[in-house]
């Protein structure tokens, strides 16, 4: 049975030890969070006004790969942002206004351009929905996986000990005192001792246990990731199911 346990988070990134499972479940995982949940990305902008130092294409660059809140529910509407400012000053995200409450800039301190006195830009954004496979601006998340590898020690020369002992204070798990699942940050560091061993004290072998590591882009927490993933993939496989018969 698999099992899966919350390890930490970072800023955005959020660590899972996910037990008894495959890389090719995990694989179906990261491939459906990264290139197939729907999000929101400005994808069309009608310029009316730019006397800026920066053209078109540039700024609408900047203001497509801003990302915009996505609702796990929504009815995947357009939305429109606008834009009309003067300068001297810098334009930052916040000033880009969602008719859409729910649906409107993550970050507001994403710098677009500067003004200088007397420079002015006035537009209209339209974000739609769209996925990471047609473009990395709808991408929620960049999910990666490492498997994890049990450490045992069989003998006792000093420098093993020492290896499984530091090993150890940073073990994912713990089977007893002589077994622990390494952390991937320190499994170079224990295969090096092992393979330097001339009596073999210590043994690496794989196991069916891994880290997930999820790094939101903004749009949506973890958590609400997770849920669009299963919704996907039940959706996925029940039409699978149906085109099979």
């Known amino acids: ?22 890389h090719i479940t995990l694989n179906t995982i990261r ?10 990305a400005i994808d069309e902008i009608d310029f009316y006004e730019n006397n800026s130092v920066m053209i078109d294409e540039m700024l609408a660059n900047r203001i497509g790969l801003s990302p915009v809140k996505t609702p796990v529910v929504t009815t995947g509407k357009k939305v429109t942002f606008n834009l009309e400012v003067e300068g001297p000053k810098t334009v930052y995200t916040s000033e880009l206004v969602s008719n859409d409450s ?6 507001d301190t994403i710098a677009l351009t500067k003004l200088n006195e007397h420079e ?11 996925q990471g496979k047609d473009h990395v601006k709808y991408m929620p998340a960049i999910v990666s996986y490492a498997q994890l590898y049990d450490l045992e020690i069989s003998r006792g020369c000093e420098e093993c000990k020492a290896v499984f002992e530091k090993a150890s204070k940073n073990a994912i798990k713990s089977e007893s ?3 622990i699942i390494i952390n991937p940050e320190d499994y170079d560091y224990c295969v090096g001792q092992a393979e330097a061993c001339e009596k073999k004290c210590l043994k690496i072998n794989p196991i069916n ?4 590591s999820v790094e939101t882009i903004g749009q949506m927490t973890a958590k609400e990731v997770f849920i669009l993933t299963e919704r996907y993939l039940k959706e996925y496989v029940s039409i699978l199911k149906k085109k099979l018969k």
């Open 1 to 22: 049975m698999v099992k899966v346990k919350f390890l930490e988070k970072e800023h955005n990134v959020s660590k899972y030890l996910i037990e008894n499972t495959d």
């Open 209 to 212: 246990s891994y880290i997930l």
């Open 177 to 179: 005192s002589k077994n």
């Open 102 to 107: 729910e649906i409107k800039m993550v970050y």
């Open 31 to 40: 491939r459906t969070i990264s290139y197939y949940l729907p999000t929101y």
């Open 120 to 130: 002015t830009i006035k537009l209209t954004a339209y974000a739609t929905l769209g």
